[in-house]
């Protein structure tokens, strides 16, 4: 194994002959892609194994909270550990995955398990929302549909590669993460081994506490051990809510979601969300609950028999639960949508600084001539254009035969795509944050522009929305996402050739898992509406504002809607004009989503935000180390168990 320290990650300023320099001198002095397996087929066959686990746990988790989790660390911990048990049970007959197949598997699990199912749970859930008769879309249509939006963020990545990575040296954090974490567990250290069975243990409590919290209903089996477990010791079924009536009554009935719903996938999320987020959408999903729920609920009640008055907060469940969030949605993503606008607008560097850098990489990236080694372990241009030219021709034929999209729309989304991936792609490199959401806001700012409601109805406005935004958010997530394992990759001394081919076989296997999943899941409106699915409802509240959708809506809704775009533009600003002040200030983001998320999801991201935090004023050390193994192992086990029981339900269901 090369001894070479990893090499910097602080971005450089200085001049393009200078960092081809620094490049070079990696090549001589870290590369070991030549000498140390990589791209084998126990590293694919693991990444991909592993991938599909977390692919499902994504999927679920969207679904549940609208929050995804990043798999690469997981994934290298998941596979150190079972690679390390299974050396164990085979007597050591059985070697070791070296540190670049490690880094192999961990791009073929993150293409599979974070660049797939969001997409589905997001885009496809919106659009039957958004369907008159709540239909699913046809399988090759979901399939067609993710595939390609994955595979346009893998392409995408190879040009990007170069130069934010090889040239720029971005110091995408994650990925530099990553990379430190593989060379501590590739040392032997004890903390390495630590790290990965306190994800262990994180797994086994998730898959206990979804089984304990499963409906009794769902499987004849558990829900007879449970009655046994009550009627000769005690209850270890866990409610649906605590308590069942929720916190605070509404005249007299339920407020919906207003109380704890045990669990710990989404407590885990808020292990890794952050204290100010989390507290922010606590405190406006607290505000909405105990204060502005009831005044306009009393205002309904003044207005009770008034001819043409519609309620602001509505009955559901046959008029015995108040949902104050079907109100608040509205509010909440405007919030999010103009506050993503207002901080694209003061971070207008970013965007020169992308153009600046598409020039150069137009003309070769300002490089002079490459030793002809060093060329041959980088992805050929000849690749990415027989791999671009049809990905994008099947992507505007796609939304052009499914979706009704002219396409001349179709292939402005697909332009645009290739700009807001880069720009994604940039801040991840410098921030370690992806923008996935204010890019789509972009998106679809743009297509209620060219794909109005008079030129092609208002039905089909908003699937090409839907799906527009779609395409822009899923090829930017999954580039920016891919560039982070293309960073491990170069700070190990890593074959990126061969990584961009375990990356492109991820998309394959992530497709193959997540469309059965998301049918198995979702075969129905009915079991689509069991889950809050927040980032389909915030899509969807922000398609119909933008395409002048809110004639049929309370008119207060106008009102939240113009608080929500005041708040969302104030916020931003008194981030950027007090730079000292903004710990303290709520976050944008995180007030949005609380007015658009249910209160369960909120208070369990708070109470993990709340012990993250307290675990590092007991010990920061610790927590440093711990945190992250333990967050992913509770989101991972809860959610791949809990998918996994409803997925055989409905396969039970269909053989029955």
Same mark, same amino acid.
């Given at each position: ?7 910097? &990650?602080? +971005? ?18 870290? $590369? ?24 499902? +746990? ?86 067609? $549909? ?161 001819? %043409? ?9 046959? %008029? ?13 993503? =405007? ?73 001349? @729309? %179709? ?57 527009? +935004? ?6 930017? @997530? +999954? =580039? ?12 190990? %001394? ?137 967050? &992913? ?24």
């Amino acid at each position: 194994m090369n001894s070479t320290a990893l090499p910097s &990650s602080t +971005a450089p300023t200085d001049s393009a002959q200078d960092a081809q320099e620094r490049d070079d001198d990696w090549f001589r002095q870290v $590369y070991m892609g030549d000498r140390v397996p990589q791209l084998t087929l126990r590293a694919l066959v693991t990444g991909g194994l592993i991938g599909s686990l977390l692919a499902i +746990a994504n999927l679920y988790v969207t679904l549940k909270s609208g929050l995804g989790f990043g798999v690469a660390l997981t994934a290298c911990l998941l596979s150190y550990f079972s690679w390390n048990a299974a050396r164990a049970v085979s007597g050591g007959r059985i070697g070791h995955l070296s540190i670049l197949e490690t880094n192999c598997m961990q791009s073929t699990a993150s293409s599979a398990g974070y660049s797939t199912g969001a997409s589905l749970a997001i885009v496809f859930g919106a659009l039957m929302m958004m369907d008159p008769q709540h239909r699913q879309q046809p399988w090759w249509v979901v399939a067609a $549909y993710t595939f390609i939006t994955a595979a346009m963020g893998v392409f995408l990545a190879v040009p990007m590669k170069r130069l934010l990575i090889n040239q720029e040296q971005l110091p995408f954090p994650s990925g530099t993460a990553a990379a430190v974490t593989l060379r501590s567990l590739y040392s032997g250290g004890r903390n390495a081994l630590r790290q990965a069975y306190a994800m262990v243990g994180g797994l086994a409590v998730g898959v206990v506490v979804a089984v304990l919290t499963t409906a009794e209903d769902q499987f004849a089996a558990l829900g007879r051990f449970f009655a046994w477990m009550r009627d000769h010791l005690f209850d270890i079924h866990l409610p649906e809510q605590l308590p069942e009536a929720g916190f605070a009554q509404l005249a007299g009935k339920p407020q919906l979601t207003f109380g704890f719903e045990p669990g710990v996938a989404v407590i885990g999320i808020g292990m890794l969300v952050g204290l100010r987020i989390a507290l922010s959408m606590l405190a406006a999903a607290l505000g909405l609950f105990l204060l502005v729920a009831p005044w306009l609920q009393r205002i309904d009640a003044a207005q009770a028999g008034v001819s %043409g008055y519609v309620p602001s907060i509505p009955l559901v469940g046959g %008029g015995e639960l108040y949902h104050p969030l079907r109100w608040a949605l509205w509010t909440g993503s =405007s919030l999010m949508l103009f506050s993503s606008l207002t901080s694209l607008a003061i971070n207008w560097r970013t965007f020169v600084r992308s153009f600046a850098s598409l020039r150069r990489l137009g003309s070769g990236g300002g490089s002079s001539a490459v030793d002809p080694a060093r060329a041959a372990i980088e992805v050929p241009g000849s690749w990415m254009l027989a791999g671009m030219v049809p990905i994008a021709l099947a992507m505007v034929a796609l939304q052009v035969v499914a979706f009704g999209t002219v396409w001349w @729309a %179709g292939a402005i989304a697909v332009a645009l795509s290739f700009l807001l991936s880069f720009v994604a792609s940039r801040a991840t490199g410098e921030t370690d944050i992806s923008p996935t959401g204010p890019l789509g806001k972009v998106m679809q700012l743009l297509f209620a522009l060219i794909s109005p409601p008079g030129a092609v109805g208002l039905q089909g406005s908003l699937n090409h929305n839907i799906v527009s +935004a779609g395409i822009a958010a899923n090829s930017a @997530a +999954a =580039s920016a996402d891919l560039l982070t394992d293309l960073k491990s990759g170069y700070l190990l %001394g890593g074959n990126p050739r061969q990584q961009f081919l375990a990356q492109f076989a991820g998309v394959f296997v992530g497709t193959l898992v997540c469309v059965p999943a998301w049918f198995l899941l979702v075969p129905n409106f009915a079991a689509l509406e069991k889950y809050a699915n927040p980032g389909a409802q915030v899509w969807v509240a922000t398609a119909r504002v933008l395409t002048g959708g809110l004639s049929q809506l309370p008119p207060s809704i106008l009102y939240g809607v113009i608080a929500g775009a005041i708040v969302g533009v104030l916020l931003p600003l008194l981030e950027r004009l007090l730079p000292r002040w903004r710990p303290y200030l709520p976050s944008a983001l995180g007030m949005g989503l609380g007015w658009a998320v249910p209160f369960t999801v909120t208070l369990s991201i708070a109470i993990g935000a709340v012990l993250s935090a307290l675990w590092s004023f007991a010990g920061k050390d610790g927590a440093e180390r711990y945190r992250v193994p333990v967050a &992913s192992g509770l989101v991972a086990g809860d959610s791949l168990m809990h998918a996994g029981l409803a997925m055989l339900a409905t396969a039970l269901g269909l053989l029955a």
